[in-house]
């Protein structure tokens, strides 16, 4: 897996795809810097009148739904369709999924327009997935590791790839399953740490006809460069711009030394 993760970063900075983001206002800025620093090109977008036309013009799109509104819901809703039209690849960041009704439809909702990839904490992928409420607001009440099973058979059900971040990370099409390591405590107290990770997951589907090994090599490139920016870091300001370097200095040396991948090889229930 350590070369498709290295053959997927060269392909990324080789073809700088532009990635449509249908984000939240909290991370707009973060998630576009971190896009261009890896080496992605950056639309961040949501009015109506033109998304259709700009998904014409992408290699993928990011939806995430942090700052819902009646507004945008429509807008994500007529890209997601464009974007099925077009054969382009999206991933859903179903943030918060469980919070209140409005938000857990909206994001149910979304999930029929058939993702690629959905990436969540635990309790909003339970969420998501179950329509119960769990969670508390966008932070998870559920450890990563308790959702194996399930995220598992949802995979398959659904037909994608889940991912679920958290201090472990697990990857999964419903046959193989990737457990990553890599990241550092600090990054939780960084707003928008698992949006950029949706958001650079989404630049690796532009370049990969494979959604697993895109999810696995977005959250492993952006694990690795949190871990090396924490290093002597005094805090979460800090970190947040030496995170944006990291992703930009990341190459292969630093993926073959750093990442911290596995396949669990779990069995199928």
């Not at 700088?16 to 620093?37: E, F, G, M, Q, S």
């Not at 179903?94 to 959905?118: D, H, M, Q, W």
């Amino acid at each position: 897996m350590h070369e498709k993760i290295i053959q997927s970063l060269e392909a990324l900075r080789e073809q700088k795809p532009l990635v449509h983001n249908i984000t939240n206002d909290v991370v707009t800025n973060t998630t576009a810097n971190a896009l261009l620093a890896i080496g992605a090109s950056p639309i961040m977008s949501r009015a109506a009148e033109e998304v259709a036309d700009l998904v014409g013009l992408i290699g993928s799109l990011v939806i995430n739904t942090g700052t819902l509104t009646s507004t945008s819901i429509n807008s994500m809703k007529l890209a997601v369709e464009t974007a099925n039209q077009l054969g382009k690849p999206w991933i859903l960041d179903p943030v918060g999924a469980g919070a209140t009704p409005f938000r857990l439809n909206s994001n149910i909702e979304l999930l029929k327009y058939k993702p690629a990839v959905v990436r969540g904490n635990a309790s909003e992928i339970k969420a998501l997935f179950t329509g119960a409420n769990e969670g508390k607001g966008v932070d998870s009440s559920s450890s990563s590791e308790s959702t194996l099973d399930f995220i598992q058979e949802k995979a398959r059900e659904y037909n994608l790839v889940i991912a679920v971040t958290g201090a472990t990370d697990f990857i999964t099409d419903g046959s193989d399953v990737y457990q990553i390591t890599n990241g550092h405590p600090m990054m939780a107290r960084v707003t928008g740490t698992g949006c950029t990770a949706t958001a650079i997951i989404g630049a690796f589907l532009a370049v990969s006809e494979n959604p697993l090994i895109a999810a696995v090599s977005g959250l492993t490139c952006l694990g690795i460069s949190g871990e090396v920016a924490a290093k002597n870091c005094p805090g979460p300001g800090t970190l947040q711009v030496k995170l944006l370097d990291e992703l930009y200095r990341l190459d292969h040396s630093a993926i073959k030394q750093f990442a911290k991948i596995s396949n669990l090889k779990r069995s199928c229930h």
